[in-house]
């Protein structure tokens, strides 16, 4: 079959559902244990077969603002680098390369989830731009060879690329697909501030965080893996990063106070942050949350999904 000159592709964003935090490696990454959940906020990448590698990025507003919010306030989406740097441009560069590509290709992405917030925007971005490439020039790389291309781009890049639900293991390259006994929907808060993921692992380092701790994280995530999970049962493995947040701590605590009061239940951290979510239970409606929320952070209002990049509808 010809391949397309074409493809849509929709990335989808990543909740960490639980996320612990064990000691630092020799290569300097630290090992560590997650539950991941792809969500339905996702950005759109259309890439078209060229000669040379390209991208342009528009920037939509995806969220909400609560109705008594102070109208001053911008949307959360932080403008992501147009250029070289960009992860799609860095993953299509691997793509050419590690496959043996003939040609290169232009990118158009529209970004809709927020920069530097924990959500995996820009992993998600960089699977889909390997996944492109794949299909424009016909490839079919097996599994593991696309994770491990995936990995060099960065910790999260696997999980994009696998989607769904998942156990994240060894720097959350290692990935063990686990089933969601109900899908579910969850309100995310995304503040203005945001938090350097480098110096929250930082943090980690100088905490005393021992070993007993992050053993008995182990053999928690371990039961996880045994059954059909809720949310709210990996959620139970916490999250390390909200004792790293320093002066923001507070923010962190009053934001997750705010999203309680407005209806949603057990909000955490996702990632090293900025962005706080709440499981929205059953009986409770997003515009009920939206109406209830005080405060001027952007809030998203989304689903558990089961792919992480997909063919865009
Ligand atoms: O892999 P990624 O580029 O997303 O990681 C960003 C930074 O976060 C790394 O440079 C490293 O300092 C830290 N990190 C870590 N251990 C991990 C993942 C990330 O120390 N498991």
């Given amino acids: 079959m010809t391949p397309p000159a074409m493809v849509r592709l929709d990335a989808r964003a990543k909740l960490n559902l639980g996320l612990a935090v064990g000691p630092r490696r020799p290569d300097g990454y630290h090992d560590l244990v997650t539950v991941f959940q792809s969500i339905s906020l996702c ?105 491990a291309a995936a990995a060099e781009l960065g910790s999260d890049v696997p999980f994009a690329s696998f989607g769904g639900t998942a156990i994240g293991r060894g720097r959350g390259e290692r990935l063990e697909r686990i089933r969601l006994a109900r899908p579910f929907r969850a309100v995310i808060a995304v503040p203005a501030w945001r938090v350097s993921t480098a110096d929250a692992y930082r943090q980690i380092d100088q905490m005393k965080y021992g070993l007993t701790g992050w053993n008995a994280h182990l053999r928690f995530a371990q039961r996880l893996e045994r059954k059909a999970l809720t949310a709210a049962m990996a959620m139970q493995l916490g999250n390390v990063f909200e004792a790293t947040l320093g002066g923001r701590r507070r923010d962190f605590l009053d934001i997750r106070r705010r999203l309680e009061r407005a209806g949603t239940v057990a909000p955490h951290l996702t990632g090293s942050g900025s962005a706080v979510f709440g499981i929205l239970p059953s009986r409770v409606t997003w515009s009920s949350v939206v109406g209830r929320f005080s405060g001027s952070e952007t809030l998203f209002l989304v689903r558990s999904a089961r792919a992480g990049v997909r063919l865009s509808t």
């Fill in 43 to 147: 950005d759109t990448l259309i890439a078209r077969r060229a000669g040379r590698l390209s991208l342009s990025v528009v920037h939509e507003d995806a969220g909400e603002r609560a109705t008594r919010a102070p109208r001053s306030r911008g949307g959360a989406v932080a403008r992501v680098p147009p250029g070289q740097a960009n992860l799609v441009l860095r993953a299509a560069r691997l793509a050419r390369e590690r496959w043996g590509l003939s040609g290169g290709a232009h990118f158009r992405l529209i970004k809709r989830i927020p920069a530097g917030a924990g959500l995996g925007g820009g992993s998600a971005d960089a699977a889909a731009a390997l996944s492109a490439m794949c299909r424009l020039y016909g490839v079919r790389p097996s599994r593991a060879d696309r994770l």
